[in-house]
């Protein structure tokens, strides 16, 4: 969420900043000066009423005490405490259709993301390793998977619907075993402490990142009671949500979590994009990267935390670009974003792997996650970030076809073996 007194007081910018992310601001900020001033107006008068009022309360009081009659003030005072009941209604209304503007703003993007409607105008930033060479016809992973008998796409359709997978034998202990190298990894060299924190979220926590109220539709809901409890789309929610309505020492920052979780998404709007293989699951496993930062210090953790993401490519030997996302094409709470894309030679494509984010103080404003830092007076909003370290079903696509053989075969990444059980390849017939 932005600072209302900041979107008052730079309204230009934040226009043309929505126009950059290819939106109308006259959609978006809903006559914003409008809306301020009468809200500011309702406000002002209920205090100034409140004011008089109490000032009248005195006076009775004073009254009551010489043994004077107050009765005309005193109804005067009840008449005004009328007054004042309305125009605090008044204020309380125009503060929710406020509120309802600004949570409805996306982030603004920062200065260094090129400006573009869609995907298309994306920058790349550079390239690791070099694609694989075969001397056959690379199989896309859903062939290699069903003939390996790891993969198995029709009995999921079967216990639960499309965009569901079940992995059988190898194919379920090489995403166990990618698990466990991405936590070891960067709990033991990166320097992130690993949390295991609940699969369902309750609204506050999906507002506070930034999934609610707008995106309602991509989320699985699950009613319980007279309150909704929801399914993690992504451990940024409740691992973000820590620290929420938190004021934290600045000497512990940055603060840098680790987390592997399910993650479970509706997928809308998503019909007939991606339907073959497991690319887009409405369920998924994932180890997630979150950081909470000083804001002088963000942009150098944002740099280190998408260098964290690419060191799982990078020590698994599979070619990757990075990519940095034009304004059409960012997430609504972030300020800027890399993408890393990894090779699937099975499909001849780059396919993202992990988006890693600097929000700025856009979430932690909704969340309201401070720090203090001694010596100063008051608190600040912190940074948040936060990347997929990475999304492990991708990665286990990204294996299958970068490392099959002509055999039909699989090699398994040699810093994965220790994982597998010294398992050194997954061979047809097995």
Request: hydrophobic letters at 35%; charged letters at 25%; a negative charge.
């Amino acid at each position: 969420m932005l600072d209302l007194a900041f979107v008052r007081d730079h309204l230009e910018l934040v226009e043309e900043k929505l126009r950059q992310r290819g939106m109308d601001p006259a959609d978006v900020l809903n006559n914003f000066r409008e809306l301020d001033a009468r809200r500011r107006q309702a406000i002002h008068q209920a205090e100034t009423l409140q004011a008089e009022r109490n000032q009248a309360s005195e006076e009775v009081a004073r009254l009551k005490k010489q043994k004077q009659d107050a009765s005309a003030l005193i109804e005067k005072t009840k008449a005004m405490r009328q007054q004042i009941d309305d125009l605090q209604k008044q204020a309380a209304e125009e503060d929710a259709r406020m509120r309802a503007v600004l949570d409805g703003i996306p982030n603004l993007p920062h200065e260094t993301v090129p400006v573009g409607r869609d995907a298309n105008d994306n920058q790349e930033i550079r390239r690791w390793g070099t694609p694989p060479e075969f001397s056959f016809t690379p199989k896309p992973h859903w062939e290699l998977g069903e003939q390996l008998g790891v993969l198995d796409l029709e009995r999921a359709a079967k216990i639960s619907g499309a965009r569901f997978a079940v992995y059988w034998d190898l194919g379920a202990k090489l995403e166990r075993a990618l698990a466990n190298f991405m936590l070891d990894l960067h709990t033991s060299e990166h320097g992130y402490t690993e949390v295991l924190p609940p699969y369902m979220v309750n609204a506050d926590s999906m507002y506070g990142t930034g999934q609610l109220p707008k995106f309602e539709a991509d989320l699985f809901k699950v009613p319980q009671g007279d309150k909704n409890f929801y399914l993690v789309p992504t451990a940024e929610v409740p691992v973000t949500n820590l620290y929420r309505g938190e004021i934290l020492d600045g000497a512990r920052l940055p603060i840098s979590l680790t987390a592997y979780t399910p993650c479970f998404r509706s997928e809308a709007g998503s019909y007939g994009k991606d339907v073959r293989g497991i690319i887009r699951q409405h369920q998924f496993q994932k180890v997630e990267l979150v950081k909470f930062t000083k804001p002088e210090d963000s942009y150098e953790q944002h740099e280190k935390l998408t260098h964290d993401a690419e060191t799982v490519l990078q020590r698994l030997g599979l070619h990757y670009r990075v990519v940095l996302l034009s304004t059409g094409d960012m997430g609504f709470s972030s300020a800027k974003t890399y993408d890393l894309e990894v090779w699937l030679p099975g499909q001849q494509l780059f396919r993202e792997i992990s988006s890693c984010s600097n929000f700025e103080a856009f979430q932690a404003r909704r969340a309201n996650i401070r720090y203090r830092t001694e010596g100063r007076k008051g608190t600040e909003l912190v940074h948040t970030l936060n990347g997929s370290g990475l999304a492990i079903g991708r990665t286990w696509v990204a294996i299958l076809e970068n490392y099959q053989q002509a055999d039909g075969s699989v090699v398994i990444p040699e810093v994965l073996r220790p994982y597998m059980g010294g398992v050194e390849k997954i061979a047809p017939g097995r």
